[in-house]
């Protein structure tokens, strides 16, 4: 059987190869390139608009990364951390705007406030606290923060409807936060990289197994799921960007690096809205405080989305337990990644983690009612028949060895590099697409770093991420700088020019 030979597979067709395929593809465009996915669309599983939170992470309203620790004190590092990750994604695709390798901002990005609400004397504490502490810092100093419920209800009018009188409430607020279509986008890049040469994409295949040669290049055998035929590829590099299906593939592979890694599978759902009159009422993405317990993907949000062009609103994620690795995967999958390496790791955090599994049974065993009172807390007013359920993705949570050997679930992304550089791995979800940029440069810097080292490497890297090479968190001038010509390029500057909070504890 011929081989068709590769410089680079993409397996998977999801936010993070797209990225990493048109990254590479501008830092070399002679580059020889296959994308393989096995469902028969680009972008249909975790990246999906009903599968992803849609989200443009950058910490602004998500309570879970900026832990309080014990003395009061703020933790604001993966806040930072993140904030600065996904400046550099919207730094590359204002350039690939502007280059016109991407359609109109509005057709995957669209400005959405993004705010933060709390009830309650703790909570509202948490949240000045956090406030003043983020606020002092220039990555975050366009924050606004109120407990005036009239200001409040300039915000998030839904939220502020039928509270009870004289309860105790906060918000921040910032307006220049991000709805992002993560499939659109996906699709937009995989889109442009099947006009260039020597980019091939193969949708309803399979990959059925991986050998490495003694010349280091990879042999990947594939299935064409359609057809039922087999089909060989030759890869000196591989990247595996497979959403749940990652860890599986990895496995495959048999290096070193796969050892002693698990997966801990977590479902999610939404409440979609189904009556226009209440979707038109707001116009933010509100996050609160999860509920005791509940993994990190599980805080609660009132959504506004863009999808498929039309305006959405949507509640949750709600949290389950499932087998599967993917939304169209297998009940097997989790049961089919158990091996010898990864078994004491796994039965480690199975006996460290029942009450987490027990709540994520109950979540997925919840009945209409239940999660409508959930709502509730964020809209008093919902009423049950203008919302319905719908399935959200699978996300695979990273299980890896701790320092005694035993296990540790982790709720990151982690990249994975082969030591010979040949093949790599993105395991994990969140916060995922937001910071797909970051991440894939990641995989280059460590898979590929001659084509960063040289002069045309820099200055193409430069011209795609100004920030490159620097901390936006240490250098201010810089950051106004980016974040002005992303914010124009990407037409976001019309949420931005909000009037000053009222009522600022």
Request: glycine share 8%; net charge neutral.
């Amino acid at each position: 059987m011929t081989a068709k030979q590769v410089d680079v597979l993409l397996i998977g067709a999801g936010a993070m190869s797209s990225t990493l395929g048109m990254l590479l593809k501008q830092l070399d465009p002679s580059l020889k390139m296959a994308m393989v996915e096995r469902l028969d669309q680009v972008a249909q599983e975790s990246t999906d608009a009903l599968n992803n939170a849609g989200t443009g992470h950058a910490a602004y309203c998500e309570l879970n990364y900026t832990p309080q620790l014990e003395d009061g004190s703020i933790d604001t590092t993966k806040a930072l951390n993140i904030n600065s990750a996904f400046e550099m994604s919207l730094q590359f695709w204002s350039y690939l705007v502007e280059e016109g390798s991407l359609p109109a901002p509005s057709n995957f990005i669209n400005p959405t406030p993004h705010c933060s609400f709390v009830w309650g004397d703790e909570n509202v504490a948490f949240l000045r606290k956090r406030y003043e502490t983020l606020s002092q810092h220039h990555l975050f100093r366009d924050m606004e923060y109120s407990e005036e419920p009239a200001q409040i209800t300039e915000w998030m009018p839904l939220i502020m409807k039928s509270r009870k009188p004289g309860e105790k409430v906060a918000a921040t607020r910032v307006a220049y936060g991000t709805d992002v279509n993560f499939g659109e986008l996906s699709r937009s890049l995989v889109s442009n990289l099947v006009k260039q040469e020597d980019f091939d994409l193969f949708l309803s295949h399979s990959v059925e197994g991986l050998r490495q040669s003694k010349d280091g290049s990879w042999r990947v055998i594939l299935k064409d799921m359609a057809a039922g035929q087999s089909k060989v590829i030759d890869a000196k590099f591989i990247f595996i960007g497979a959403g749940g299906a990652a860890l599986p593939l990895l496995q495959k592979s048999g290096i070193k690096e796969s050892k002693g890694y698990g997966g801990f599978p977590v479902s999610g759902q939404w409440l979609i809205c189904n009556n226009p009159e209440v979707i038109e009422q707001h116009a933010a993405k509100v996050y609160g405080k999860p509920p005791l317990g509940a993994p990190p993907m599980s805080v609660p949000h009132l959504d506004t989305r863009i999808i498929n062009g039309k305006k959405a609103l949507l509640f949750g994620p709600f949290a389950g337990f499932t087998t599967k690795f993917l939304k169209q995967g297998s009940f097997l999958d989790l049961a089919c990644s158990v091996r010898a390496n990864n078994l004491r790791p796994l039965m480690s955090v199975g006996v460290n983690n029942l009450d987490l599994t027990r709540y994520l049974i109950s979540e997925s065993l919840q009945s209409h009612e239940a999660r409508v009172k959930a709502l509730q807390k964020y809209f008093p007013e919902a009423r049950k028949e203008d919302w319905q359920l719908s399935i959200a993705g699978q996300r695979v949570q990273i299980i890896k060895r701790n320092e005694k050997g035993g296990g540790k679930l982790e709720f990151g992304t982690e990249v994975i590099v082969s030591e010979d550089k040949s093949i790599a791995a993105l395991l994990g979800a969140s916060p995922g697409a937001s910071t797909a940029v970051q991440a894939m440069l990641q995989v280059i810097e460590r898979a590929h770093p001659k084509l960063l080292a040289s002069d045309e490497g820099q200055r193409m890297i430069k011209a795609m991420i100004p920030s490159y090479g620097e901390k936006l968190a240490e250098n201010e001038a810089l950051l106004k700088e980016v974040r002005t010509r992303t914010l124009a390029t990407l037409e976001l500057e019309k949420s931005s020019k909000a009037e000053p909070a009222r009522g600022v504890a």
